[in-house]
């Protein structure tokens, strides 16, 4: 199992992206200043580093050039605000492996933790998800495959299946989808999981996820 790093003060970005990181079975760990994270990546027990710039002690930038000066080549993705991009591209100095900017969608952030796990550690992937014989999908060209019939998604509808595909027979509260496809900076009080759900029926079947009352959605696991 990955062990993932997150460098990141702000509390509620921290545990954002640690809930979804552990939801996709990543091990993390937070550190909410720049010397616990330095200290923490410096032990070699991470494959990657989520690393926010803004951290109070060191700043991500003190941090990411103390583990190059060592020697760490561990991944680091940075994470910035949108109105220092430009700051912050020259002041990695090739030190960092990939950025983001705040505020950012958990799907982005997941697709480059996968990417950059999968370059450093070069490891066969997984392309096909499946929940018994007759539902699948195909994570390359993001179709699915319901009985018979190939379906199209949406973006977003593809993010919400492979969700779904990642936990059959759990049950995902509104809450976890929505920060898991939409990300923190959704309205919490907003419909629009159920809105998709409901595209998503619509496209593969009504039976294929299941309304748990007052607690939120499942993909049946097949009988
Ligand atoms: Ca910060």
Redesign the pocket.
């Known amino acids: 199992m990955n062990r993932i790093l997150i460098a ?3 509390e509620r ?1 921290a545990s954002f992206v640690e809930k979804g990181l552990r939801a996709n079975g990543f091990n993390t760990t937070v550190a909410s200043d720049g010397d616990t994270a330095l200290d923490y990546a410096s032990t070699g027990a991470f494959d990657l580093v989520v690393l ?5 002690g060191r700043d ?1 930038f003190t941090v990411l050039r103390a583990l190059r000066e060592t020697r760490v080549t561990v991944p680091v993705i940075v ?1 910035t ?1 949108r109105d220092s991009v430009r700051d912050t591209v020259a002041g990695l100095e090739g030190g960092a492996d990939d950025w983001m900017t705040k505020p950012f969608r958990f799907e982005e952030l997941l697709a480059r933790v996968r990417l950059r796990l999968r370059t450093a550690a070069r490891a066969p992937e997984v392309t096909v998800l499946r929940c018994g014989d007759d539902l699948s999908l195909d994570l390359r060209t993001r179709r699915a495959r319901a009985g018979t019939a190939l379906v199209d998604l949406s973006a977003r509808e593809f993010v919400l299946l492979e969700l779904f595909l990642r936990h059959p027979g759990q049950v995902l509260s509104r809450e976890q989808i929505l920060s898991h496809v939409w990300g923190y900076d959704f309205d919490p009080g907003s419909n629009i999981v159920d809105v998709y759900v409901r595209a998503l029926r619509k496209k593969l079947g009504a039976h294929r996820v299941e309304t748990v009352r007052g607690m939120g959605y499942r993909l049946p696991h097949p009988t």
């Open positions: 990141e003060d702000e970005i926010d710039i803004g951290l109070p991500g994470l605000a």
